[in-house]
């Protein structure tokens, strides 16, 4: 018997629903990662926050206790391996089943083309947005494996498929990211895990101030968009739930560009 318009529609909006799923996500105490973690909680899901400020997270975690979901705030240094073994090991000791993992938190303290790039800055950057990721996804993907389920969602950039001037040791950590998480979706498909990449364009963060600061750049960037506008935080939640639920469920090793079309 065919499902009626009404109730196929209530199918359908369950499977964004996050209810009895915990979600892990780094870089949550601003920006994208705070974006993501409330869209999740709102969508009922538990949450363990992370950054490196444990005051910024509480603030969030408050905010999704309001919502009636529980926030725990474990921080940790997405750039150093024993702070996310720490992160890992209070997980691990606390026996939380992370369902969710988003790869969000990212640096970008430079801005030098490459014959001026000092490689200590490239280290960091390539430490904390690629490797960071790496040594997460590989301690919290296990709990995964193990359980038969799960999602990964990696943040990654437009500046990982398009190079920007001045920025190479960003983009090439973003492309980096995104050749991990279909690594990731190749290996843990058939053992029941999903990876997926959102792909953003300019978004008003904390992170983007210097772009919205360089006034030619900014209105370039706006003038060739073909919604000619930049992007709300909010906007990145809304790709990170279809990812992360079970309205992704066939959708594996794909980098979701969400840039109001800039590099088409
Ligand atoms: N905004 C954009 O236009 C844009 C475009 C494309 C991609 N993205 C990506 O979106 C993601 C989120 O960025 P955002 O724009 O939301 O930036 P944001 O507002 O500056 O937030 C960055 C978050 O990461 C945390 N963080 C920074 N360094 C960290 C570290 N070393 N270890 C752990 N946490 C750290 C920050 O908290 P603490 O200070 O407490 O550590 C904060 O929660 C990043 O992956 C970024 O590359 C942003």
């Not at 196929?8 to 920006?31: E, Q, W």
């Not at 430079?110 to 590989?138: C, E, H, Q, Y």
Request: hydrophobic share 50%; charged share 20%; aromatic share 4%.
């Amino acid at each position: 018997m065919p499902l009626g318009v009404e109730t196929r529609f209530l199918v359908l909006r369950d499977r964004f629903s996050l209810a009895g799923r915990t979600a892990l996500v780094t870089g949550a105490s601003r920006g994208i990662g705070r974006s993501i973690a409330i869209a999740f909680a709102e969508q009922g899901a538990d949450l363990v926050l992370s950054s490196r400020k444990a005051d910024a997270l509480e603030a969030v975690a408050t905010e999704i206790a309001a919502l009636g979901r529980r926030a725990i705030v474990i921080p940790a240094h997405v750039g150093r391996e024993d702070s996310i073994d720490a992160l890992a090991d209070r997980i691990e000791r606390e026996a939380i089943a992370i369902d969710v993992l988003v790869n969000n938190a990212a640096v970008n303290p430079v801005m030098a083309g490459v014959l001026d790039l000092d490689p200590g800055a490239w280290r960091k950057v390539i430490d904390a947005n690629v490797t960071g990721s790496f040594l997460l996804t590989r301690r919290i993907a296990r709990g995964m494996v193990e359980r038969g389920r799960g999602a990964i969602v990696n943040v990654a950039s437009v500046g990982g498929l398009r190079v920007g001037p001045g920025l190479a040791a960003y983009d090439v950590s973003k492309a980096a990211l995104i050749h991990l998480t279909r690594a990731l979706a190749v290996e843990l498909g058939p053992r029941g895990v999903r990876a997926n990449a959102i792909a953003p364009g300019l978004v008003e963060t904390r992170m983007a101030e210097a772009l919205f600061r360089n006034e030619a750049g900014y209105r370039a960037y706006v003038s060739s968009n073909p919604l000619r506008r930049h992007g709300q935080p909010d906007e990145i939640a809304a790709a990170a739930l279809f990812l992360a639920s079970d309205a992704g469920s066939y959708t594996n090793g794909e980098v979701l560009v969400v840039d109001g079309g800039s590099v088409i």
